[in-house]
């Protein structure tokens, strides 16, 4: 898979991008992550990206000519299976929506900061806007890294033990059951029996009632989904 993101701030990439399985997955080359900053594709002289909106209003919008050739000029080279808008308006990003990406081959997501962007890159570029919950960051940034990271652990071959994403929470409309590990006992705090008792079909079961009930106790919603 190829991930191409377009942002102002690539620096806020470091950390997430560089570190654990993101980085994992792009040293086996299962994933092939491309940050592009706007500002390169700006032709003003002083490599403006932002101007004031028409009609007044506080805040600066990011301008149409930058994002537009900076997404041209990957899409002569690169067919995209999705042009991603980071946005609180958008889709909410579930694990469903990571499984579906997860098999694209090419995804293009762009980064929106100060008040967004011009609306006729969405009228005309975009074909997919993701939101990451209902609360406003200072920029898409941080969203797309958490859509990057839930979307590359579950490539095949990314994760070591294929069956560990199979088991993460909303995998399967579940949340996870406990987990736990040496000392068995901890200041007189105790590992429950069922999990040394070597028995793996009981362990299963207890897992599978211990996730049903933390589900119905926190995200009802999410049982007969
Ligand atoms: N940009 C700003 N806030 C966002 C959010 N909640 N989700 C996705 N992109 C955003």
């Given at each position: 898979m190829q991930i191409d993101i377009l942002t102002l701030f690539p620096e806020m990439f470091d950390g997430p991008l560089s570190l654990s399985i993101l980085r994992r997955a792009q040293e086996?080359?299962?994933?092939?992550?491309?940050l592009h900053n706007i500002r390169d594709y700006s032709t003003s002289k002083h490599?403006?990206?932002?101007d004031y909106p028409f009609g007044g209003k506080a805040g600066m919008v990011m301008m149409i000519e930058p994002i537009a050739n900076c997404i041209?000029?990957?899409q002569s080279k690169t067919s995209y299976d999705e042009v991603i808008y980071m946005s609180p308006?958008?889709?909410?990003?579930t694990q469903g929506l990571a499984n579906q990406l997860s098999l694209m081959h090419n995804l293009l997501i762009i980064c929106g900061h100060y008040k967004g962007i011009?609306?006729?890159i969405r009228e005309h570029f975009i074909t997919m806007e993701i939101s990451i919950g209902d609360y406003v960051l200072s920029g898409g940034e941080l969203a797309a890294a958490a859509l990057t990271d839930a979307t590359v652990r579950l490539i095949p071959g990314v994760l070591n033990d294929e069956t560990s994403a199979l088991s993460d929470s909303?995998?399967?409309?579940l949340l996870s059951p406990p987990v736990y590990t040496r000392p068995a006992e901890f200041r007189g705090w105790k590992v429950p029996d069922i999990l040394l008792s070597g028995n793996d079909k009981e362990i299963a079961k207890w897992r599978y009632e211990k996730s049903l009930e933390r589900?119905?106790?926190?995200r009802p919603g999410l049982l007969g989904k």
């Open positions: 086996k080359e299962l994933v092939k992550i491309r490599k403006n990206v932002d041209e000029s990957l308006d958008g889709e909410l990003l011009d609306e006729r909303f995998q399967d409309n589900t119905s106790q926190r």
